[in-house]
């Protein structure tokens, strides 16, 4: 985790931010110096506690929507990311992954929740993408090269995705099922 925390002037020298008491803003940097490098805090009633602020700074900041709380008890820095400008090669992604797909970030970069459609929407992407990555491995694994009877180079049958291949001297196609390649016409013949 880096060592220093920035903050931005747009954020805390706004009417929004001044407007609140004193000991809410003091919550507010402390709680951001505690955040991880995506601005997730696991603990903000003990650093409540610790920097002497009451239940009353917390929800200042929750109405005043500083700070976003997730059920778990974790909060994110809303603005954190307009804050904060971490090097990638410095950064540690947060351990709260399940409170970060909750998450967007909106064209100024702030963090907004998600509706519970845009969550489900999020989830089926990434299971979709998962999918496709592990389907290519397996591909990228069992494509042959070359024709396992004659050894002369295949050429791709299908257009690029890489699902059936073409033997010049056997004319005869390979097609990926059931995890293992199989000739096209030889299966037909054995069939009939
Ligand atoms: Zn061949």
Redesign the pocket.
């Known amino acids: 985790m880096s060592e220093k925390r920035m903050f931005s002037k747009t954020i805390v020298l706004s009417d929004a931010f001044l407007d609140m008491p004193m000991s809410a803003r003091c919550l507010y940097f402390t709680l951001s110096m505690f955040g991880d490098d995506d601005g997730f805090v696991n603990s903000p009633k003990a650093i409540m506690r610790q920097c002497g602020a009451s239940d009353d700074d917390l929800r200042v900041l929750f109405g005043k929507k500083f700070i976003l709380p997730f059920e778990s008890g974790v909060i994110v820095i809303k603005h954190w990311r307009i804050n904060n400008y971490l090097r990638a090669d410095r950064y540690q992604p947060t351990k709260y992954l399940e409170e970060k797909e909750m998450l967007k970030v909106d064209d100024n970069g702030a963090y907004t929740m998600r509706t519970a459609e845009e969550i489900e929407t999020a989830k089926k992407e990434k299971s979709v993408k998962k999918l496709t990555e592990k389907k290519d491995r397996v591909l990228k694994i069992r494509t042959p090269k070359v024709?396992p009877?004659?050894k002369?180079k295949l050429e791709d049958s299908s257009g690029g995705c890489k699902t059936s291949w073409y033997?010049m001297?056997?004319s005869?196609e390979l097609t990926y099922h059931n995890g293992k390649w199989d000739f096209w016409d030889s299966k037909k013949e054995k069939k009939s």
């Open positions: 024709c009877i004659c002369t033997c001297k056997c005869d």
